[in-house]
């Protein structure tokens, strides 16, 4: 390794990008959830209530009738009831239309780092991490669903979403007058929140119901149909590509040191010995190539942070750190098999004869 430096150098950044490749798209998926959980439980409520046929974290078209919101508010226990509409802006960032005042009293208001509330139709707020992406400022105009909008205020990120707009706006431009894509429940205590929920369920058969203990259990790639299995999908890929460049490195490591296996073997060294040398030097590179990847899904991260906050968030996954690690150095111990075992049953007089 210290002799053929750049053959090491090339073989170790080979490996290290699966390795990235793995710890980018688990930080991804994961920031992602966690970042959805952390924005519904800044609403301040209790109870989550969303459509038929919709998963907690998926987007849903506003399809609940509006009058579920009264009439909420008549339950017990229920204090006050919060209704969102849901429109896609561009890929998975989405704008929330809300009754500001109401989700105000809900969530004891934004956080304002820039203007202020809403006032006009045109008026939009957006978080601190859109801002950024779009390098704007209160009082600037932006372009969302095809309209321009005027910056009334910009708030820090962790509340209901990243774009927020006036209920009835975010209704008559998708088309769904009276119409909620979910209703945030708040409780006279949170205590009853188990009672409340059953009644709901009994009341409300149809749709879903989550407390905000779902909401943080669920958070999780696990719980989101496919990604599971696409991660599993792209280990597999991750496994092939280490496994190919270790093999390829460490056969041409074996071609070029004929005379050198020769000289061990005709000394005594054993075939095992040889295999053992040839293991070695392959699983070096693939803890260098897992280090490697590792600080650069901390340089990845950095680019999406600094580029695109809003729109994608990562997460350092310090659990899939030692399963990456197993990764590379199972695809480099399978690489450096055949090499090794044909160093291993070289003949030294051959060996020692060859030009």
């Not at 009264?70 to 009754?99: C, M, N």
Request: glycine share 8%; proline share 4%; with cysteine.
């Amino acid at each position: 390794m210290r002799f053929r430096p750049l053959r090491t150098l090339l073989s170790i950044l080979l490996i290290a990008i699966p390795v990235t490749l793995i710890l980018t798209l688990v930080g991804i998926s994961e920031g992602l959830l966690q970042e959805s959980a952390k924005r519904t439980r800044g609403a301040g409520a209790d109870i989550l209530l969303r459509p038929p046929n919709t998963s907690l974290l998926s987007f849903s078209a506003a399809s609940m009738p509006q009058n579920l919101v009264p009439w909420l508010e008549k339950q017990p226990h229920v204090t006050l009831a919060v209704g969102t509409a849901i429109a896609v802006v561009s890929g998975i960032t989405s704008a929330s239309g809300v009754d500001l005042n109401k989700f105000e009293q809900m969530s004891g208001g934004f956080d304002y780092i820039e203007g202020g509330p809403l006032r006009e139709r045109d008026d939009v707020l957006i978080d601190d991490y859109y801002a950024q992406q779009q390098k704007v400022h209160a009082g600037d105009h932006i372009t969302l669903l095809n309209r321009k909008w005027r910056v009334a205020g910009i708030f820090a990120g962790g509340k209901l979403s990243h774009i927020v707009l006036p209920l009835e706006v975010v209704q008559d431009l998708e088309g769904n007058t009276g119409k909620l894509s979910q209703i945030y429940v708040k409780l006279d205590n949170p205590a009853n929140t188990q009672l409340v929920m059953d009644a709901l369920k009994e009341r409300l058969k149809e749709y879903k119901v989550y407390s905000m203990e779902d909401i943080l259990s669920q958070a999780s790639v696990q719980n989101v149909p496919g990604l599971s299995s696409f991660i599993n999908v792209m280990i597999g890929i991750a496994i092939v590509i280490a496994f190919a460049v270790v093999c390829l490195s460490m056969y041409m490591a074996v071609l070029q040191r004929t005379r050198e296996i020769g000289i061990l073997k005709s000394l005594g060294a054993s075939r095992a010995y040889v295999l053992q040398l040839i293991v070695a030097e392959a699983f070096a590179m693939g803890v260098c190539g897992t280090v490697l990847g590792i600080v650069l899904s901390f340089g990845g991260r950095w680019l999406i942070h600094t580029f695109v906050p809003a729109s994608v968030t990562q997460a350092i996954v310090y659990d899939w750190w030692p399963r990456s690690c197993a990764i590379a150095l199972l695809a480099s111990f399978l690489g450096a098999l055949y090499p090794g075992l044909r160093a291993a049953r070289q003949d030294p007089i051959e060996a020692l004869a060859y030009e």
